[in-house]
């Protein structure tokens, strides 16, 4: 369950928790767990001030869904690690 919410984070781009949720079969506040526990991984990274990057956000894969105007805002980026992870073939999760 842990790779199909990177695969699906990675692949489709899929960031509303919500949709995010029902995609993989899992109540939110579970979605809320795997989140933190792909963060505590590695596999995850969390910028607690939101997007760092404005100069690029006309590419940013994130721009329907940000608001730049919420300072205390979280931004979560896929790791390297974290996407080796999600494209690895059959095995469980970890």
Do not use: P, W
Request: net charge negative; charged share 30%.
């Amino acid at each position: 369950m842990i790779r199909k919410v990177l695969q699906l984070i990675v692949s489709e781009g899929i960031l509303d928790k919500n949709h995010l949720a029902r995609r993989v079969g899992v109540q939110v506040e579970t979605l809320d767990d795997i989140i933190q526990l792909l963060v505590d991984r590695g596999l995850l990274r969390v910028e607690e001030n939101g997007c760092d990057v404005e100069d690029s956000c006309t590419s940013c894969h994130s721009t329907a869904s940000c608001d730049k105007s919420i300072s205390s805002s979280k931004a979560f980026y896929v790791t390297e690690r974290g996407r080796k992870y999600a494209m690895l073939n059959g095995g469980g999760d970890e």
